[in-house]
């Protein structure tokens, strides 16, 4: 499968071959690379479903984590939590040029420790899910989360009314992102914190259906929880498959009943989101069922 990384045109190509009719673009995509997809979504006739923040990278300052949460909205640093915004703002930006609805966020992190969370992982990858090791582990992680999260909560919604004040102004909604790391924001309940604070106007429930299959095989929300729960407020979904904790495959690989939830997926984006070394074929696959 083309990386877009490697070229806008042989990216657009693949996803035409594939007969998908939209693209959504990244937080990997570079201003470069940005100016060069534009003008191909008219040669191609693709339309983009969504922007996945940061959308261009940011370019301003370095940082030392992955592009997705190049900056944190809840950063308790105040220029980190600026930058956020800053940028967040430039994606709603990029979404008026191309013409899609909906910016996707990575909403922020608890910033205890390391977010990876890497030892309940760890045994979680030994087949110890479910284990008193693991539980201990696991609810030592909960208690620190819910006993360390208020300031990152505040910071992340001062953040988003200062984005969603910008949203609204541009027509753009934010998407808020079912999350994968128990540290990261927002878990179950949160999600209905922040959409209590802002209307349907400039604000829905994003699923991801290997981060919300991850909470539930970690023991920490059933899957079909969030559906249900915010169905009301669905925008979207990044659709892909998961073997054990490996997400990003190609839909319907792996070991999660992803036909499970395509009925709550009827009315909203849909978006494929996979690993570049997902094959053609499995990609080519999962697209006539979808359209099934």
């Excluded at 690379?33 to 003008?39: D, K, N, T």
């Excluded at 956020?84 to 992190?109: F, L, Q």
């Excluded at 890497?118 to 990858?125: D, H, I, K």
């Amino acid at each position: 499968m083309p990386n877009p990384e490697q070229g806008m045109a042989p990216w657009f190509k693949t996803v035409k071959e594939l007969g998908f009719d939209a693209v959504e673009l990244s937080y990997r995509m570079n201003r470069a690379q940005l100016e060069e997809a534009i003008p191909l979504l008219k040669q191609t006739g693709l339309k983009v479903s969504s922007i996945h923040n940061f959308c261009p990278t940011p370019d301003d300052e370095p940082s030392p984590r992955h592009p997705s949460n190049y900056y944190r909205m809840s950063s308790l640093d105040e220029h980190e939590r600026k930058q956020a915004v800053k940028w967040t703002n430039i994606a709603i930006d990029t979404a008026g040029r191309v013409g899609a609805s909906v910016v996707v966020i990575h909403a922020g992190v608890v910033d205890v420790e390391d977010d990876r969370s890497p030892e309940l992982f760890q045994l979680f990858t030994e087949g110890q899910a479910g284990t008193d090791a693991f539980i201990k582990e696991r609810d030592r992680i909960l208690n620190l989360r819910k006993s360390s999260h208020e300031p990152y909560l505040k910071n992340l919604l001062d953040s988003l009314n200062q984005a969603a004040d910008y949203a609204r102004k541009k027509n753009v909604k934010i998407g808020l992102e079912t999350r994968y790391y128990p540290l990261e924001i927002p878990d179950f309940d949160e999600i209905k914190h922040f959409l209590d604070r802002f209307d349907s106007s400039v604000m829905g429930y994003w699923h991801d259906v290997g981060h919300a299959e991850i909470n539930s095989r970690l023991g920490i929300t059933p899957h079909k929880d969030y559906l249900e729960t915010y169905k009301d407020r669905l925008i979207g979904v990044h659709l892909h498959g998961i073997a054990g904790r490996k997400d990003h495959q190609a839909p319907f690989d792996g070991d999660m009943k992803l036909e499970a939830y395509l009925s709550y997926f009827k009315n909203v984006i849909r978006v494929v989101e996979c690993k570049p070394y997902v094959s053609f074929d499995g990609l080519k696959n999962a697209a006539v069922q979808l359209k099934g």
